[in-house]
């Protein structure tokens, strides 16, 4: 399949909005889109590059009432001498072929969407912040678009992906991260064994944004959640994985089903052996991690994602008691990891792992 590329016209392009702290996340998109659309009938046809623009759906699109969506999060990195790159890129469309398997979606053909991304992000290269720790957000995104009302899976699909400059996600000065507090929820859950927890799919962000708010009215920056059936294990934060550092030993929740494979979680799984240090996939309690953070046991608590790439955290709450980690501040291991991270993303230092993707 060839790609159509209709180019904005020079006298129409954007603003680009400058690349400082006002810049902020997910607020500003670049000139172009990709698109492509599925039938049954046809499989996947069509695909283009065009100015970013509306869409043109029927109200009736199921996706609108239904929820059958997909969505994924990925960046791409300039640095000072103008090169691209993308960060384990194949990972992310292969999660968006697990997340259509689980929505009854149809699957993409990996190598093709990734060049298709390459492609787009190579014609709005501009719309990339050469600033480290800034980056170009990019979001592939599929709808059911069948104009049809009624609970079954649609045979028409539409796959875009829009992209758009970002600053680093939580405000951070010079290369040093701030850590975030976090809370606690026994009331809500985000997902359980056998839902779609595992999937980047939009109920669950809809199914999160009234614990999200009570945190936020609470004075949190983001919800930990525990399992959905006994109320006890640690799952993930927000929309991060997380990790705790106990007695110099790293761990975070095995992916039991009802929580989001992360690809910074998985990133950290691999590089914190290289750097020294032991991980273990383990459940944990949310009264071991209180009694660890009390005692000292855990030095350390932070959060992994594309969008912070690594958050740590300051504060945990929960139910009337608020515990701090350490001395509140970032620690050592969250911020070498951080550096580390950034490094190999922003082609500064030798990338083991071959995960850097440069583009032309
Ligand atoms: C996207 C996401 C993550 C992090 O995944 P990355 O691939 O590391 O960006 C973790 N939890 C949830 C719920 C998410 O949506």
Redesign the pocket.
Known sequence: MDITIKERRPEDKKMIPAFDAKLGFGRHFSDHMFLMDYSSAKGWYNPRIEPYQYLNLSPAAMCLHYGQEIFE?MKAYRNEEGEIFLFRPE??IK?MNRSASRLVMPELDVDFTVNAIKKLVELDKAWIPPVKGYALYIRPTMIAVDPFLGVKPSDTYLFYVITGPVASYYPEQEGKLKAVKIYVTDKYV?AVVGGTGEA?SAG??AASLRAQLEARDAGYAQVLWLDGVEHRYIE?V????IFFVKDGVLYTSPLTGS???????DSVIKLAPHLGYEVREERLTIDEVLSGIESGEISEVFG????AIISPVSHVAYRDRDFEVGSGDVGPIAQRLYETLLGIQYGEIEDPFGWRVKLA
């Open positions: 999060g990972e992310n999660r985000r980047k669950n962000y993930e927000g929309t991060m994985n929580i989001l494979p992360g690809i910074t979680r992994t994602g594309t969008a």
